[in-house]
């Protein structure tokens, strides 16, 4: 079975600039969630989708969107990029077929980017 | 709200010791509990949850925790550490609903031979 994808695994971009993010969970899970790891605010909530919902956000500016297909693939959009977004960003998975929360969330690689 | 904090932010120790890594949680709700691993340029792997039930949850890599309520706390553990538990080691707690987890600040293990 295959695990979470996400892609590309490492991306310059330059400040100003913006960025989409893809992830593609395993298969049968609905419910994909975002994650900002860096240095200095360790690992943080974005936002979750579910059945192509949005169901949760984080503490974010609004620079920072996503959306779920109906192939329950994800993406996340960053704009007008900033030096300090510059971070690993996590994707999720999980079956979580009730919303409750308490099935294992599958993390994939994650995706390094690099703003100069 | 809820809060995780990871008491030590690194914590060496030789080879086959016994380790133990704390966790401490605030939430006002009832919440499931979570011990992440990630080991360098790479995501997280679950080693254990606990959702309800035995308080004593054993998980892969023979890592087991205990959720003590009236403490707040998920302690993690393990009898004897090898060169290659060495990683970072995350706690996470999630609330009844949704799939958002608030994660500890990360706890790096460092096995000595």
């Known amino acids: 079975k295959a695990g979470v994808t996400q892609t590309p695994r490492y991306l310059i971009k330059t400040r100003g600039q913006q960025v989409t993010l893809s992830c593609s969970p395993i298969?049968?899970?609905?419910?994909v969630s975002w994650y900002q790891q860096t240095p200095g605010q360790g690992l943080q909530f974005l936002f979750e989708?579910?059945?192509?919902?949005?169901?949760n956000k984080g503490n974010f500016p609004g620079r920072f969107s996503g959306r779920q297909f109906s192939n329950s693939r994800s993406e996340m959009n960053v704009s007008t990029l900033e030096l300090g977004d510059s971070a690993l960003y996590l994707c999720?998975?999980?079956?979580?077929?009730?919303?409750?929360?308490?099935?294992?969330?599958?993390f994939g690689q994650g995706t390094r980017l690099t703003v100069v | 709200a809820q809060s995780v904090t990871q008491l030590d932010s690194q914590v060496p120790v030789f080879e086959e010791a016994p380790v133990e890594l704390r966790c401490n949680y605030s939430?006002?709700?009832?919440?499931?509990l979570f011990w992440y691993v990630q080991y360098p340029n790479q995501g997280l792997q679950l080693l254990l949850k606990?959702?309800?039930?035995?308080?004593l949850v054993k998980g892969i890599n023979g890592f087991e925790a205990e959720f003590n309520k009236s403490q707040t706390s998920f302690h993690l553990r393990k009898p004897s550490v090898h060169i290659s538990d060495t990683a970072e080691y995350f706690c996470?707690?999630?609330?009844?609903?949704?799939?958002?987890?608030?994660f500890g600040a990360g706890t790096i293990l460092r096995v000595k031979s």
């Open positions: 999720a998975s999980s079956v979580d077929p009730a919303g409750q929360g308490n099935t294992e969330a599958f």
């Open positions: 298969s049968g899970h609905r419910s």
């Open positions: 989708y579910f059945s192509e919902t949005q169901r």
């Open positions: 939430s006002s709700v009832s919440v499931y």
């Open positions: 606990y959702l309800s039930g035995s308080t």
């Open positions: 996470a707690v999630s609330d009844s609903y949704g799939n958002k987890l608030v």
